[in-house]
């Protein structure tokens, strides 16, 4: 089983940063991407990025410039630097990572961390 620990939420003004980091832990044989998804309250789920274990970067429209994912392969962890953060940032950030394991690829996600924007 893998597991996914999200930190880094919180209460932020308008134009301030936050930093989430997601670890993952347990049975990992190849990490392939990792990535952020959000949840604005009567939402859908989006994407915000998505980083491949090869260093390829995807971000949605609506963060770039803004937001910056890293991961340390290291130490199974990726971030998301959130810079110039709007109040229509707020939601639940989700850890999403896909793990290559007998040639199958699975999907894991972190139990969510607020971000609230404030105006």
């Known amino acids: 089983q893998v597991q996914l620990v999200e930190s880094g939420g919180g209460l932020v003004q308008a134009g301030g940063s936050l930093r989430l980091s997601c670890a993952a832990s347990?049975?990992?044989?190849?990490?392939?991407?990792m990535g952020w998804y959000r949840q604005a309250p009567g939402q859908q789920r989006e994407l915000v990025a998505v980083m491949s274990s090869g260093g390829n970067v995807h971000y949605a429209d609506f963060v770039k410039g803004r937001f910056t994912i890293s991961r340390d392969n290291a130490k199974n962890t990726v971030y998301l630097q959130m810079n110039s953060l709007k109040p229509e940032d707020t939601g639940v950030y989700y850890c999403n990572v896909k793990i290559l394991r007998s040639a199958i690829v699975h999907e894991y996600w972190g139990q969510g961390t607020q971000v609230t924007v404030s105006s």
């Open positions: 347990g049975s990992i044989f190849s990490i392939n991407d």
